[in-house]
């Protein structure tokens, strides 16, 4: 169950349906902050992916859903965490069509097409930290 | 919770009906590459009208829904991509090359009943 | 442009608690000002009505602020507003009422269209007027008197910076509604038969822009049950290989939603600058000129041309 406190929505991913959770979570969210039409359907597959990633690669972490303001512009940000087997090599993570898991290898650098903002962190044994932006055009 | 499947002469059409998880997208393969062999189809329709988002997984088991039918001797199309949806995906690198596209279900009977190339979405 | 009446567009011009903050920090607002502020709240309570009409006296003066005068209804709002406001300026609390308060004053000030720049004068002039009354009023210690004033001028100063940025934000968001507007009239989606659509688009091609004609194409695809797309580019200012990027995007996205597209008016030294860039325009249906891509779209639509047509239009 996501839980909802004052640092915003955390959803606990451990298996696939939590995956629909989170996007369908962020979407809602998104709406509140202010964002319309395409833009709801582009941070739902975004956080997608990066959902999935977690499921996939860590068996289990979180996502956090939080509003964001700064310099008066207003925006979400998405914070995705495992403490999974992280990635050795960031940079070819981040190329198009490159894959461990024999899929298409499109869910890191489609999510850092699809947001304002991306930023990945991670460590071989210690885990994975994703964090998204979008904002609202004023 | 299973989508199910109707059959219209020699159509399969399944139509998904919510935002769907992965293991669901997995069992409509499954269940529509068994039953395209028993029921000679000639056409699948997948109508994604009702879906969220298509991310990669989606697209990847959709693609993949393709092959099998088409090896079966069925074609699939897949109708009903929002708006949104479609530019969320174009966004993040996805398409559905070689799979044949339509706007609704009646585009999809009419692609089936044409017999359209999977190249382009019409002719 | 006073003439566009884009009101029903315009969301609140937003300030959040950290410009609030950031705001009071610029102007060294801190809490030992708060009662020296206190010390002036009944001098200036006293001639609340004074200053209020000579405010509005002095603004009367300006030609620039002639649209407030216009206004009979407005102007009377104005003034209850300023009134309410000189009360609040010598409250001691500066928390998000107080800038509501403002943001009211300032969103009907730019409602008239009154100039921004003068603001700064007209403040500055109630200031020196409130200073003086401060000032004579200072009885046996006018340099704590003065101290006193100074509090009660760096909120002077915190209003002109909340001013500023409302009305600067109001500025930007009518010129972003109105860029808006004009984007839309500039890249109609029209049809020109069952099924068929044609897309001109003229002019430059940013990646915002580019986004926004993907949006409205996909939504005139689904509204018009459209099949076809005539793409012609005939106008648009510089084709290099970032627009022709953006151009194979909005063609993908097209084809998911079951639409072809042909792209017209892509001269042949173009397309053979955007090959050697490492563009792939293998994926793009390209016909010469628009005639030749109607005929075509016509044809995969199973319409029949009165015309015969020509040998060239079979490149597609
Ligand atoms: N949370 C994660 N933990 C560990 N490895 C990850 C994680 N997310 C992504 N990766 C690695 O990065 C690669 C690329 O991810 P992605 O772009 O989503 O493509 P795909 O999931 O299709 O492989 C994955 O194959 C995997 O090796
Ligand atoms: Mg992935």
């Known amino acids: 169950m996501p839980v909802m406190g004052d640092d915003g929505i955390t959803v606990t991913i451990a298996n696939e349906s939590d995956i629909v959770t989170a996007r369908q979570m962020g979407r809602a969210l998104s709406e509140q902050v202010g964002f319309q039409g395409s833009d709801l359907t582009i941070i739902a597959t975004a956080i997608s992916e990066i959902a999935r990633n977690i499921v996939t690669y860590a068996q289990r972490g979180e996502i956090v859903l939080r509003p964001v303001t700064a310099n008066s512009r207003r925006g979400v940000v998405v914070v995705a965490r495992d403490d999974g087997p992280g990635i050795p090599d960031i940079a070819r993570a981040m190329q198009d069509g490159y894959s461990t898991g024999k899929t298409l290898g499109l869910g890191l650098p489609g999510a850092r097409r699809l947001m304002d903002e991306f930023e990945i962190q991670s460590e071989v044994g210690v885990g994975t930290i994703v964090t998204m932006r979008k904002w609202l055009r004023r | ?123 | 442009m006073a003439d566009l009446d884009f009101s029903a567009h315009r969301q609140a011009v937003h300030l959040t608690d950290e410009d609030i903050a950031r705001h009071k920090r610029f102007v060294g607002l801190e809490a030992a000002d708060l009662p020296r502020i206190a010390a002036v709240r009944p001098i200036v309570m006293e001639r609340v009505d004074e200053l209020t009409t000579m405010f509005f006296d002095f603004l009367r003066g300006l030609d620039v602020a002639t649209p407030l005068f216009r206004r009979g209804d407005l102007l009377d709002e104005a003034k209850r507003m300023k009134r309410e406001h000189l009360i609040a300026m010598v409250g001691g609390v500066y928390d998000r009422a107080y800038v509501e308060l403002q943001l009211e004053l300032g969103l009907l000030y730019s409602k008239v269209g009154l100039d921004t720049r003068v603001f700064p004068g007209a403040f500055y002039h109630l200031m020196n007027t409130v200073g003086a009354i401060v000032m004579a009023n200072a009885g046996d210690d006018p340099q704590k008197a003065f101290q006193n004033f100074m509090a009660v001028k760096k909120i002077g100063f915190l209003d002109i910076g909340l001013m500023i940025d409302i009305m600067a934000a109001e500025r930007e968001q009518t010129i972003s509604i109105q860029q808006e507007a004009i984007r839309e009239l500039s890249t109609p989606v029209l049809q020109i038969r069952d099924g068929l659509l044609i897309l001109p688009i003229i002019g430059t091609l940013d990646s915002f822009r580019a986004k926004q004609l993907t949006d409205s194409l996909l939504r005139a695809i689904r509204a018009n049950r459209a099949k076809m797309v005539v793409m012609d580019i005939t106008g648009v200012a510089a084709v290099d290989s970032r627009v022709a990027n953006h151009l194979i995007q909005t063609v993908a996205a097209s084809r998911l939603m079951g639409a072809t597209v042909i792209v017209t008016g892509l001269s042949g030294d173009v397309a053979q600058a955007l090959v050697s860039l490492g563009v792939d325009l293998g994926t793009l249906n390209t016909v010469g000129d628009l005639q030749g891509g109607l005929e075509l779209a016509e044809r995969r639509l199973g319409y029949r041309i009165a015309r015969q047509a020509d040998s060239s239009l079979e490149t597609a």
Not at chain 2, 6 to 27: F, R, W, Y
Request: glycine fraction near 14%; charged fraction near 20%.
């Open chain 2, 1 to 123: 919770m299973g989508i199910p499947i109707l059959k219209l002469g020699h159509v399969l059409i399944a139509s998904i009906q919510d935002a769907l998880t992965d293991n669901d997208l997995i069992q409509l393969r499954d269940d529509l590459s068994s039953q395209v062999g028993w029921s000679r189809a000639t056409g699948v329709i997948i109508d994604v009208s009702a879906l969220d988002v298509m991310d990669s997984f989606a697209t990847r088991t959709l693609r993949g829904i393709a092959d099998i039918t088409k090896l079966r001797g069925a074609k699939t199309v897949i109708v009903g991509i929002q708006p949104d949806v479609a530019f969320a995906m174009i966004q993040l690198g996805l398409d559905l090359d070689g799979v044949t596209t339509g706007l609704d279900l009646d585009e999809g009977l009419a692609a089936i009943g044409r017999g359209d190339r999977g190249d382009a979405g019409h002719g």
